[in-house]
Structures are given as structure tokens and as C-alpha cells.
């Protein structure tokens, strides 16, 4: 492997198939990552047990996401792509670090509160530990690098304290603080052009979805408000297909549409089209590439599989060293 700057760790959820949301907000950086770093990307399906109600869909989710993930240009022959759960030892780590962690600085955490006040029916302790899960993931695998948006520093900061905390009380420095890697996750609003795109809300365009679908998502989209007949001139600084236009139509277009949309040259429907059209051309390679591996569902497994037996081998070593610095007998 080439010289790479560091290692980058980051989960996301088994969500299954994709949208525009998670492509902008995550998978379009880390296939951009994957350039500069030794990339270690997981779904973490421990992590999910802590809010859902149901595990039957859980297997097919993992596999839709991998495959998305592997067809957006994630490349299994450099980076490591695996499920958390095939690597047991996460929880191993969890229990120890769970010893170093008051229980009060959990409790304290805005995530959790907010994660409590959305299921008081459910308020388990999973959810509490959950950072501690979260740092075990990062530091089992000795990742020195986190890109993380604004919402997410509380838990690297607190990843942070927890090595301190486990290397003071067992005087050891095997454990490494992970840097921050600030990184911008634009919040990518659904069709409905007021809430951050997401399947439960189901106003999403899948990455997946055929050409025809997504020009119907597309023709759904709210815009500006305001714009209520066809000769109103309307405002694209407060529509979302204007601020999508801007990532995959061309300057040119971009330029037109935000002239012709004030003097109400261009109308809404026409607007959309354009749009549809950048966006299915966009996501063409794509979908070829998702239909070719998807041919042969086997592959992804095989992906994965690879990425559990190079994350173990790292996992291993770590909880070797961690148990020695325990001095666990
Ligand atoms: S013309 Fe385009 S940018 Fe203007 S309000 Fe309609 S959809 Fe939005």
C-alpha cells in the first residue's frame, strides 16, 4: 500500500439502500478519503440494536448498504469494509473501557438525552454506552483519524478522555487518542424541501431506484413556496432543487437557473426536469456498476468477509496489548 497519511475509522448503521442524503452527507467522502488514507469503514449493526424494535430486516440492510457502498466507489482491494459484530472483540474492548468511564459523564452526553426523550419506552443500557462502544470501535482498530461533523465531537472528545483515563490507570500508552478530522457533512433536505432527507420520513431519492422513479421523486419536490403560479418569478436561494442543481448540474445551467427562476423564465416543472436529467446522468455509472456486483450477491459477502479477516488481524494485536497492560492473568 502506498504511503498514506494515517488511519481513518468511521461507522454508519445497516440503513440498506441509500439516498442522495447519505451519498452527500457520507459516501461521496469516503470514497474521497480512501486517497489519502488507510480507510477502515463498518457497518456497525451492534450499534443499531440500540434503537430498533425488529432485527429481521438487519441481513439484507448490511448487504444493501455494502453494495451501495461498493458501487459509489468504496474499493474493497484498499480499504477495509466490514460488519462490526463479525469482529467480536469491539465488545471485549467495550467491557474494559467500560471501566474507565464514569457512568455520570454517559448520562450527561446531549446525544443520549436526546436518544432518551425520543424512546423513553426503551431507554437500555446499550444506549448509555453507547460512546463506549463508539471509542472501542475507533480504538480497536488504532485509527488515528475520525472525520466527524459538528454533532459528532462530543463522542471523539470523549473517545479521547477515555484513552487517557485507560492509559493513566494502567500506565500504558497502547491505547492512541484519535485526531478529529472536521469535515463537512451538508445536511441534505428531503423532497418534502423542509426536513433532512430520510428513509423514515420517506421523502429520500434511493440511489438505486431506476431513472423513472427518481424523475417522479424529482417532480414531487417542493419548492420555494412562494412560487405559486407559473408566471411568479420565484426565489432559488429558498428551493432545494436549486441547492441540489448546484451539485450536479453545470455551472451554465446553475447560472440559468438562477436567473430565469427571478424573472420567471423558467418554470418549475421544466426546472425539475433539468435536474432529473443531470441527476440520472450522474448516477448511470452507478447503477451499472450496483446492477454488475449485485449480479452475484456472493461478492459482496466475499467483501466483507476479506474486510473482517483484516480487521480482525488488527483487533487481535490491540486486544493482545490491552489485556497486557490490564495485566489480566
Ligand atoms: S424554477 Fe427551479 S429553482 Fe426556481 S423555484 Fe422552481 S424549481 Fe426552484
Same mark, same amino acid.
Given at each position: 500500500m502506498p504511503h498514506k497519511k494515517g488511519r481513518v475509522f468511521s461507522g454508519a448503521r445497516p440503513t440498506g439502500r441509500q439516498h442522495l442524503g447519505n451519498y452527500l452527507g457520507a459516501i461521496k467522502n469516503y470514497v474521497a478519503l480512501q486517497d489519502e488514507y488507510e480507510c477502515v469503514y463498518c457497518i456497525v449493526d451492534l450499534h443499531a440494536l440500540t434503537t430498533v424494535d425488529t432485527t429481521e430486516n438487519l441481513r439484507q440492510n448490511t448487504y444493501e448498504m455494502a453494495l451501495d457502498w461498493l458501487a459509489a466507489g468504496i474499493r474493497a482491494e484498499d480499504s477495509i469494509i466490514f &460488519? /462490526?459484530?463479525? &469482529?467480536?472483540q469491539v465488545a471485549e474492548l467495550h467491557l474494559f473501557l467500560s471501566m474507565v468511564t464514569p457512568l455520570g459523564k454517559l448520562t450527561d452526553l446531549p446525544t443520549f438525552k436526546e436518544k432518551a426523550r425520543q424512546q423513553p419506552h426503551n431507554v437500555n443500557y446499550g444506549l448509555v454506552g453507547y460512546p463506549v462502544l463508539m471509542a472501542a470501535d475507533i480504538l480497536l482498530y488504532k485509527a488515528d483519524t475520525v472525520p466527524v461533523g459538528i454533532d459528532q465531537e462530543p463522542h471523539i472528545e470523549f473517545a479521547r478522555e477515555v484513552v487517557r483515563s485507560f492509559n493513566f490507570r494502567y500506565k500504558t500508552n497502547v491505547l492512541v487518542e484519535p485526531q478529529m478530522k472536521a469535515t463537512e457533512f451538508p445536511k441534505v433536505l428531503g423532497i418534502d424541501g /423542509? /426536513?433532512?432527507?430520510s428513509k423514515s420520513l420517506n421523502n429520500h431519492i434511493e440511489l438505486a431506484a431506476t431513472e423513472a422513479e427518481t424523475t417522479q421523486r424529482v417532480m414531487q419536490m417542493v419548492t420555494d413556496p412562494q412560487r405559486q403560479r407559473r408566471s411568479d418569478p420565484g426565489n432559488p436561494e429558498v428551493c432545494n432543487v436549486f441547492s441540489l442543481h448546484k451539485v450536479f448540474s453545470s455551472p451554465d445551467e446553475v447560472a440559468m437557473v438562477n436567473i430565469e427562476c427571478r424573472r420567471a423564465g423558467i418554470g418549475c416543472v421544466q426546472c425539475k426536469q433539468l435536474f432529473a436529467r443531470n441527476l440520472n446522468a450522474h448516477l448511470a455509472p452507478f447503477r451499472q456498476r450496483r446492477a454488475e456486483i449485485g449480479r452475484d450477491p456472493q461478492q459482496v459477502w466475499d467483501v466483507l468477509d476479506q474486510g473482517r479477516q483484516r480487521a480482525a488481524a488488527i483487533a487481535e494485536q490491540t486486544i493482545a496489548e490491552v489485556k497486557a497492560a490490564i495485566a489480566l492473568p
Open positions: &460488519v /462490526q459484530s463479525h &469482529v467480536p /423542509q /426536513q433532512k432527507m
